[in-house]
């Protein structure tokens, strides 16, 4: 159960550090699509969907084909029945 509990600190230790790091190139190139996109998955991985779901919805803003991308992305698995994230995915005519 400790090698479990350690496994998972180390996980969230590092993905702290890609979002520190991803904050870090946003800081430089603001609206890269690219950036926001790989900070929203690590986001979701972190189970921040509201987060997550903000800098996906800029991502797609600037390069629509990611919204397929983030469709099929496991690193979207933990959030993908929030209806947030839906509503970035398939979004009604109203919100389009």
């Known amino acids: 159960m400790k090698r479990v509990a350690r496994s998972l600190e180390l996980r969230q230790g590092r ?7 991803l904050d870090q190139a ?3 190139e603001p609206s890269s699509p690219r950036v926001l996109y790989a900070r929203a998955s690590i986001r979701a991985l972190q189970g921040k969907t509201d987060q997550a ?3 996906l919805r800029a991502a797609i803003s600037g ?4 919204r ?4 099929n992305d496991p690193d979207y698995e933990r959030i993908r029945n929030e209806a947030a994230f839906i509503d970035v995915i398939e979004p009604s005519h109203a919100g389009a």
């Open 15 to 21: 993905l702290d550090e890609a979002a520190s790091l």
């Open 68 to 71: 397929h991308q983030a469709a």
């Open 26 to 28: 946003l800081a430089a």
């Open 53 to 55: 779901v903000a800098d």
């Open 63 to 66: 390069e629509p084909l990611l």
